[in-house]
């Protein structure tokens, strides 16, 4: 059975309720927190959107979507007395005049309670609608924001959604959520680094000839062509997901695992990461975007296929970084991180590769393969590849294999979605997991730098095929420097 801690009576507003994040994410983590017993029965949620529907239709569509998203977790007793919990209000964000008195006189009577506001919107609304919740007072000390990535498309975009939120919130009320922090994969990278004493003595430049963070999916676009083709790999994914991952493996174990101590610490690893620009982007950088698979069984359609009117987009849909970060436990090792579309597998690890041994007994290639591998999904778990003797006669022969750790085998409890960690984190006003704006200002920076250098060298990115390993020039970038990939075997 989970263990979790209750929390008290919250009312949750959802902006964008009935989007593609509410209906496949939010809603059914709320779900499952009420199913565990976690949620309080006078809690409230109430979901906004432009369009106009019932309550009760919207009940309907909720239902849909957690039934969906739930498998044979789905447990039709809770929802119907979860159901009770959920209202809709149709507000367009938008429109200085919308219904906002509705919404106020619901949520009026329980000031005293935490009060969500969860703007699962484009973030083009983030500030209007924070005025608006400012403007009829539901800015309340009580009141949290949750802002979705991406924040902003660059430095000057974040700053200007984190000014005019930071107008009407405080910064301890703003919940900017990363929902690769609320992965239990994600947290135990913590928790492994550290609650053991094994690995912090080895945790530097003396003993790690290289970090690599793959984040790989096999999926395409599915159907968010429009924000994508503007986004692309580096800001959907680089940003945000990978940086975070780099700084939970980077940074220097906090005093506490207070709000604070932990970003700060994660800030000082975006701070030391060296600048990548002008014709260094050439060197330390590989973007890549998918071209159709002809051949084979299943065609694959190609990126710029899907995407309306047969653009002649150069979006990237692949990035391969060579990282520094340029502190003195990390002086000199290689950060390399990877992520793309339409790759051969969904696979995200973190690999430290270790040095060598200085001094070689059983002879040539016996002496790289110490590995500590951290699968973050899909078969979440922790590998230690070590040296072993091969049984048999005929001299000593050397094989590396893995200590396995699979969760899978280790825990028979279900995993919750990461959002139902943030959600509750975001309840309890515990912002460790969620980024700070400097942080997220540290990280637009770094960002910037590679986005300006890419922009001057006019290059596209180089096309690689649908369901390969992205583009060879990636594989070029590791092999100038004597490595490999990990290919998630
Ligand atoms: C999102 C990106 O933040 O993360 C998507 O916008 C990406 O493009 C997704 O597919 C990956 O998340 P996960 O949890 O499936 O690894």
């Known amino acids: 059975m989970a263990k979790f801690i209750p929390v008290e009576p919250f009312d949750i507003v959802i902006f964008g309720g009935t989007g593609d994040l509410s209906r496949r994410k939010l809603l059914p983590a709320l779900y499952h927190r009420w199913v565990d017993g976690q949620i309080p029965e006078t809690s409230r949620i109430i979901g906004t959107a432009r369009t106009e529907m019932s309550t009760r239709a919207y009940r309907a569509m909720a239902q849909e979507a957690c039934e969906s998203a739930s ?41 005293k309670r935490p009060c969500v506001f969860y703007l699962a919107t484009s973030p083009r609304l983030y500030v209007g609608i924070s005025e608006a919740l400012g403007r009829v007072g539901l800015a309340t000390e009580q009141a949290r924001v949750v802002l979705e990535k991406p924040i902003g498309t660059d430095l000057e975009s974040a700053r200007e959604i984190n000014d005019g939120v930071g107008a009407v919130f405080a910064e301890r009320q703003v919940f900017r959520i990363d929902h690769y922090l609320g992965k239990e994969t994600v947290q135990n990278l913590l928790v492994l680094r550290f609650a053991n004493m094994l690995f912090e003595p080895l945790w530097s430049r003396n003993y790690v000839d290289h970090v690599q963070i793959t984040v790989a999916e096999d999926l395409g676009l599915e159907g968010r062509a429009d924000y994508y083709d ?224 890419w922009d001057q060298s006019g290059d596209a990115p180089d096309l690689y095929t649908a369901g390969s390993n992205g583009p060879l020039a990636a594989a070029m970038m590791m092999d100038r420097d004597g490595r490999e990939w990990f290919e998630g075997t």
């Open 71 to 111: 498998g044979k977790n789905w447990d039709s007793d809770a929802w119907k007395s979860f159901e009770n919990l959920i209202e809709y209000v149709s507000i367009d964000a938008t429109d200085e005049k919308a219904d906002w008195p509705t919404l106020k006189s619901k949520l009026s009577g329980e000031a």
């Open 230 to 453: 503007k986004s692309g790999a580096l800001r959907d994914m680089v940003q945000n997901h990978m940086l975070q991952l780099l700084c939970l493996t980077a940074m220097e174990p906090p005093n506490h695992l207070d709000d604070d101590d932990i970003r700060t610490e994660k800030i000082k690893v975006l701070n030391a990461l060296a600048p990548i620009s002008g014709e260094a982007a050439r060197r330390l950088t590989v973007r890549g975007q998918y071209k159709a698979r002809v051949r084979g069984d299943e065609p694959v359609k190609g990126y710029v296929d899907e995407l309306s009117g047969g653009s002649k987009s150069t979006t990237e849909t692949f990035v391969a970084i060579k990282a520094s970060v340029d502190n003195w436990r990390w002086a000199g090792v290689p950060f390399y991180l990877r992520t793309g579309k339409r790759l051969p597998i969904r696979h995200s690890d973190i690999v430290i590769q270790f040095k060598p041994t200085p001094h070689s007994l059983f002879g040539e290639g016996n002496d790289a393969v110490n590995r500590l591998v951290i699968r973050l999904q899909p078969d979440e778990g922790v590998r230690l590849y070590v040296q072993i003797k091969e049984p048999g006669p005929g001299g000593l022969r050397v094989k590396s294999l893995p200590l396995n750790l699979s969760y899978a085998e280790s825990f028979t409890v279900r995993y919750p979605d990461a959002y139902e960690r943030l959600l509750m984190d975001v309840v309890r006003g515990n912002l460790s997991l969620f980024m700070r704006r400097d942080e997220v200002e540290a990280a637009w920076t770094w960002v910037d730098g590679l986005i300006d250098a």
